[in-house]
């Protein structure tokens, strides 16, 4: 524990974490209906997210499923949970004709095609883990704007604990009681067998310090 750093602590009573993910437990696949869903049955409403004519007014679905892109690594995106829930999403029907096909963009095409050579799709899941090429997904996005289901800009905020903790405040969300210790600004610390205080503002031991990255996830443990 040398040098300068930048760190959030916190308490966090009652938390644990699990080192396995449960599989959802398999459930009847219910047949969806395309008026619920659209307002007209068959109409996928009007968009000009995806590149030629995917999205063009008045595209139907007897011309073909809504195609789903998966821009995720390949780790995250074939995962149990994953496969679970687009199993059931391409389980959807509208009468006969299925509503939705999944394209997997895959590790290669992210890592090493450009964005003009990616699959063209309707609506996009995309999400970061290690690896992930998260500003040429930001540049498809602006090229082929599809439908996307999480906002690529913004999560480059989850880079940094201070502005997650910040926006989940602003929007009445609870959180752990905190301090933020940053590297480089004058700092008053004041650790006591009990308590932790850093500028005034005390936590109770136990206690657990993170750095201020979403991607370090080194963490230290104080305990009274």
């Known amino acids: 524990r040398t040098g300068p750093r930048t760190r959030m602590v916190g308490s966090e009573p009652g938390a644990s974490k699990s080192n396995s993910l449960q599989e959802l437990p398999s459930r009847p696949i219910p047949k969806s209906n395309s008026q619920d869903m659209w307002g007209d049955v ?4 009007r968009s000009t997210s995806a590149a030629g004519d995917l999205n063009r007014v008045g595209r139907r ?4 499923p809504i195609l789903v892109g998966i821009c ?10 994953m496969t679970e829930m687009l199993n059931r999403l391409t389980s959807f029907t509208a009468g006969e004709l299925i509503e939705f096909k999944v394209v997997y963009f895959g590790n290669e095409t992210l890592l090493n095609q450009p964005v003009e050579e990616w699959p063209l799709c309707e609506a996009l899941i995309a999400f970061y883990s290690t690896g992930f090429p998260l500003q040429k997904a930001q540049e498809y996005v602006a090229l082929r704007r599809p439908l996307v289901f999480n906002d690529l800009q913004k999560q480059e905020l989850l880079f940094d604990r201070r502005e997650t903790y910040r926006i989940l405040q602003e929007h009445g969300v609870p959180v752990p009681n905190h301090v933020v210790f940053n590297a480089g600004e004058d700092n ?4 006591q067998e009990e308590y932790l205080e850093v500028n005034g503002k005390r936590v109770e031991k136990p206690l ?3 750095p201020v990255s979403g991607e370090d996830h080194n ?3 104080y305990y009274p």
């Open 42 to 45: 068959g109409i996928v409403p």
């Open 61 to 64: 679905i007897e011309e073909g």
């Open 72 to 81: 995720a690594m390949d780790q995250k995106a074939r995962s149990k949970p």
């Open 188 to 191: 008053v610390i004041d650790e």
């Open 208 to 210: 657990v310090e993170k």
């Open 219 to 221: 963490i230290y443990l």
